[in-house]
């Protein structure tokens, strides 16, 4: 959820705050989460040191009958990222999220976990693409809303 100076910080017209975009690449076969921030110093957030990287991501939007897939393109200038993710028997997953830079302990936005497959690299970039989990045998929740259930709503 959104903070009340995330929210400043996005609607000022200028402001000094600016947001910086982290992920984190986990799953079997990589021992040590990789983590990386868009900006042009590593950040400790919550502990953990997110490394600076140049990347881009288009997340998955979900519609009414299926989910679109998404994509990430990372700089991998000094190949840690190339070498961790060769030969893994499972797609790693991804977590992205947004945090102020003044306030990097305290999300701002918080994607669900990405599938992250179909990976591909050279020399200057990894570019792979991410999905969702396929939801659509799980049941919907269902609140009933009526003077029993809910009392309060109706006094």
Known sequence: MV???GLRAATDRE???PFLTCIEISGAGIPTPLRFVMNDEDIISNGLTYNRSGFRYKAPAQGDSIASAGRLRIDNVDRVLS???M???EDPQVIIFEILKSDPDTAQMLFPPFRFFGIGWDIFVMEGTL?????QDEPAVSLNMDPTEAPGLFS
């Open 3 to 5: 903070t009340e100076a």
């Open 15 to 17: 402001s000094g705050d």
């Open 83 to 85: 070498q961790a993710v």
């Open 87 to 89: 030969g893994l028997s």
């Open 131 to 135: 999905g969702v989990p396929d939801d």
